[in-house]
């Protein structure tokens, strides 16, 4: 492989199988994963290219991102890989949490999620860290599922899953 330079431009979308027989691989291998577990045992998994190069090892983080892709085709879903720079503007932040640019400006101001000005720039436009942004998503899912589960708890309390919906 040649010298590449990678940019939020370079990103690229993998979409499911329309080949059944491609489509039924990669359902076998998410399968056969999950049969074994997912635990990467004291030999790192290994990559082989279809030219039968070499194999070489693969890092834990990129097996866990092959994992993840693998996972989501296998259930029909598309995948975008994008490279990310490590600190990201309002307008990136905001897209990827899926919230609005003012949402996340309140988020800042509120010190919800860290930033720093930039001062390369005139204007001063705040810079928020990617994995500042990773770890507020992550606590917002984690959040979300504790409700989730206080909620259902109540449900089952109630006795309401017992009920046919139109008696609600």
Known sequence: MGETSLAAADARTFLPEEDPQTQAAIVDLVAELHKRGRAVAERPALLTGPDNSPQLPLPLPVYEALLQVAEALSRGLAVTVA???????TYEAAELLGISRPTLVKLLETDEIPYQRAT??????????????LAYKEKRRGERHRLLDELTAESVGMGMYDKPANEF
């Open 120 to 133: 390369d720039r005139p204007g001063a436009h705040r810079r928020v860290k990617l994995q500042d942004v």
């Open 83 to 89: 490279p990310q720079h490590m600190t990201m503007s």
